[in-house]
């Protein structure tokens, strides 16, 4: 399977733990996204790398979330306190840089707060 | 304002008949492009199509085309033939081209589609 892949597909757990979720990007692909979607809605940007570097973080993302691409590679994402409204499907996409570039999805993580 | 309006939370079609997904969107740029997924129940989001600003021949990849009306500021999918296995939310986005940050997908809300046998 040469998709985004990532992990876990779901999560559940309580307020005020810390979850990390992993992604996976298509091997040559120096762009990788995550994004947000909550019920109804569609998805919100959240970060952005190239290769190693977070280059955006969006105003959604507060000081209790960070992420990482070490290596350029692999990416995780780390939510530290998790509140009930964190609850959400965390996608992430990579893309290999052209102008009219499609995003590569992967099947998301599903996380849910109690 | 938002910056992808969908305004069809959902629709229904027969199966093999044509539908058409709304979308209208609001940029200040010259240059963006547009591009439509599809996301069925398993969650992950598929490419579908894609639209330049600049390009002057509405889209099309197989099945699905888009209407591309520039002053109208509207880039609606049209799926022909549909199918059963259409079924799924459909999501327009775009991407502006100009300013920092130019690699972003703004997403609409998107439209349920329901295809009935």
């Known amino acids: 399977d040469t998709g985004v892949s990532q992990d876990p597909r779901h999560k559940i757990t309580k307020r005020g733990q810390n979850v990390t979720f992993r992604c996976d990007p298509i091997?040559?692909?120096?762009?990788l996204y995550w994004y947000r979607q909550t019920l109804g809605q569609g998805p919100e940007f959240l970060t952005y790398f190239q290769n190693e570097a977070q280059l955006e973080k969006s105003r959604l993302l507060s000081d209790r979330f960070s992420a990482e691409r070490p290596k350029g590679s692999f990416s995780t994402l780390e939510i530290q306190r998790t509140e009930q409204g964190d609850s959400a499907m965390y996608l992430c996409?990579?893309?290999?840089?052209?102008?009219?570039?499609?995003?590569?999805f992967g099947s998301g993580t599903q996380l849910s707060v109690l | 304002a938002q910056k992808i309006t969908q305004t069809q939370p959902g629709m229904f079609v027969q199966e093999k008949e044509a539908v058409t997904l709304d979308c209208t969107y609001d940029?200040?740029?010259?240059?963006?492009?547009l591009f439509w997924y599809k996301q069925p129940s398993s969650g992950e989001m598929i490419f579908l199509i894609y639209q330049g600003s600049y390009d002057e021949q509405n889209a099309t990849e197989g099945r699905y085309s888009l209407n591309f009306q520039k002053a109208r500021k509207s880039a609606n999918l049209v799926i022909s033939a549909s199918q059963l296995g259409d079924s799924a939310m459909y999501f327009c986005?775009?991407?502006?081209?100009?300013?920092?940050?130019?690699?972003?997908?703004?997403f609409g809300k998107g439209t349920l589609l329901t295809v009935n046998p």
């Open positions: 091997s040559e692909h120096n762009r």
């Open positions: 986005a775009m991407r502006e081209f100009s300013g920092g940050s130019n690699y972003k997908l703004t």
């Open positions: 996409a990579t893309s290999s840089g052209e102008t009219n570039e499609k995003l590569f």
């Open positions: 940029t200040s740029d010259q240059s963006y492009g």
